[in-house]
């Protein structure tokens, strides 16, 4: 049976088919013709996952969350509000789009190399706000909206653990 998923970024709103068929799971986007074959798979006990789709891996961090998920791909962390579809289900365009208390985590165990932002600092979306280093690799995490930082329960050389609070940045819209 074909279920039918509203997927909603700061950027885009998309109508997902998800089909579950022969111990496969397939999804394509609203209007395709295509069906990609997809599996998610955590790593151990952490956010840390492997996608693949269509048998090509994808490595990405999840945090999930009431209603949708923080995902982070290499550099780039992406905000995900998942619903079931309906007619007429559709929002418009950036209606609640990264309003109120955003929420950076860490995509990782490891160590702050550097906080690039202050409490009270105005932030661009994009813009880095943190370095952290895990597996002998520096990361950079940007902030996924503009806003002002809230809080930063971190300072450089701070141990922290996957899913800890690394900043949080209030916007406008909030």
Not at 44 to 59: A, K
Not at 70 to 83: L, P, Q
Not at 93 to 115: F, H
């Amino acid at each position: 049976m074909v279920q039918k998923f509203l997927v909603h970024d700061d950027e885009e709103e998309v109508e997902l088919e998800l089909n579950q068929e022969g111990g496969r799971t397939l999804v394509r986007r609203k209007g395709e013709d295509h069906w990609r074959q997809v599996e998610l798979e955590q790593v151990g006990e952490s956010g840390l996952y492997v996608l693949m789709i269509d048998n090509r891996p994808t490595e990405l961090y999840l945090e999930r969350r009431r209603g949708g998920a923080e995902v982070v791909i290499g550099r780039h962390t992406f905000s995900y509000d998942v619903g079931p579809w309906r007619p007429g289900s559709s929002r418009p365009k950036n209606a609640g789009a990264a309003a109120g208390l955003v929420r950076i985590t860490a995509p990782m165990t490891g160590s702050i190399v550097e906080v690039r932002v202050s409490a009270g600092q105005f932030v661009a979306q994009g813009e880095v706000v943190l370095i952290i280093e895990s597996m002998k690799m520096n990361n950079e995490l940007r902030s996924p909206a503009a806003g002002t930082v809230e809080a930063i329960p971190v300072t450089a050389g701070t141990r922290v653990k996957a899913n800890d609070l690394l900043v949080a940045i209030r916007t406008a819209q909030g």
